[in-house]
């Protein structure tokens, strides 16, 4: 297993770009908001194919989430989807978990991410989005630990922001400034990367330099997203499925927990959102853009014509996949830059 020991020496440079100061929030900032029209026909067959196999499943476990549900499956079908090529992985030990040290083709190490991902708090890891973060790393240009942290229904939303919070003490640890940090994650981890940025500062540590958001999740609330019209419209996921994590959700719940959107954003960093037109997260994107420009914090969304959720993760397939890689790439690079 890899420690921060082990990081810190052969991975991060001697020669570190100068600090850049604590962020300034501008009280007058407004979201910059981009939108990307157009849908191309690989995105169009690819809504329909999930529409009709993974949607009726997700609603049948919203019917009756006492069912046999196979967790692993998502991670167990990640196998077929390596990392790209000219990618380094090395496995990580957290106190409570364990994670993977990821390096694209092109990385650098004058930055790093922590990866958290998607999956609703119950699937989903190392293997599952391997590939995705492969992608997100060479774009990039920097190394990213993902962290497999743990999940429902044996453990709480809680465990899993713990989780996340350890692994950034141990990128501080391996000698990465705050400043050098991105904290980032699709889905459920998207609201992970926000509640771990939010536990950090609430301690009292730094808050990293940059959060990158894709597609997600920013109140278990469900009330409001099957209120909004994308409801109608989302190819993946049903109300019912929703309900039921909510549900589960807070049968686990062990603190007073309060979403990102109705959270204190103050002190929050810079922070980047990606979604489709047509997803049932978009009014959480949209809202959680706003939230942040209220507390005066710097927020780039884009949205995206009519695309699946976390459509990045088709990339493969996705002419649209590909361009919003390179788009992340260019946040990351803009948000935290090296010296080189």
Same mark, same amino acid.
């Given at each position: 297993?890899?420690?921060?020991? +082990? ?16 962020? #300034? ?13 157009? #849908?191309?026909?690989?995105? @169009? ?43 380094? /992985? ?9 994670? $993977? ?18 999956? %609703? ?50 990128? &501080? ?23 771990? $940025?939010?536990?950090?500062? +609430? !301690? ?9 958001? &894709? $597609? ?8 409001? @997203? &099957?209120?909004?019209? $994308? ?25 007073? !927990?309060? /979403? ?23 009014? +959480? ?5 706003? !939230? ?36 992340? %790439? ?11």
């Amino acid at each position: 297993m890899t420690t921060a020991r +082990d990081v810190r020496a052969p991975l991060v440079p001697r020669d570190l770009p100068t600090p850049r100061p604590p962020h #300034s929030p501008d009280r007058s900032a407004p979201v910059r908001r981009r939108d990307f029209p157009g #849908s191309s026909r690989q995105s @169009k067959l690819l809504a329909q194919a999930i529409r009709m196999s993974v949607r009726p499943l997700l609603g049948l476990w919203g019917r009756s989430t006492t069912l046999p549900w196979p967790t692993g499956l998502l991670d167990a079908a990640g196998a077929l989807l390596p990392a790209i090529d000219g990618t380094v /992985c090395a496995p990580v030990q957290l106190p409570n978990c364990t994670g $993977s040290w990821v390096e694209g083709p092109r990385t650098g190490f004058d930055r790093v991410m922590l990866y958290l991902h998607g999956g %609703g708090f119950l699937c989903g890891g190392m293997r599952s989005h391997l590939r995705l973060v492969s992608r997100i790393s060479d774009a990039g240009r920097t190394p990213v630990l993902m962290v497999d942290y743990r999940m429902l229904p044996k453990h709480s939303i809680d465990d899993a922001v713990d989780d996340g919070v350890e692994g950034y003490l141990f990128l &501080l640890a391996a000698g990465y400034r705050p400043d050098q940090i991105v904290i980032a994650g699709d889905s459920a981890g998207g609201y992970l990367a926000f509640m771990v $940025s939010l536990a950090l500062r +609430d !301690r009292g540590v730094p808050v990293p330099g940059a959060i990158v958001a &894709l $597609s997600p999740l920013t109140e278990l609330d469900p009330a409001r @997203k &099957l209120g909004h019209s $994308s409801a109608a419209h989302c190819t993946l996921l049903p109300g019912n499925a929703l309900e039921a994590l909510a549900g589960l959700a807070g049968r686990r719940q062990e603190s007073g !927990r309060i /979403c990102p959107a109705d959270a204190d954003l103050s002190g929050m960093p810079p922070t980047f959102i990606q979604v489709g037109s047509h997803e049932l997260f978009l009014v +959480d994107a949209e809202s959680m853009a706003d !939230r942040l420009a209220d507390a005066g914090i710097a927020c780039e969304l884009q949205v995206w014509d009519r695309q699946v959720h976390v459509f990045q993760a088709a990339a493969d397939l996705l002419p649209e996949g590909v361009r919003a890689i390179g788009e992340i %790439g260019r946040f990351v690079r803009s948000a935290v830059p090296g010296s080189r």
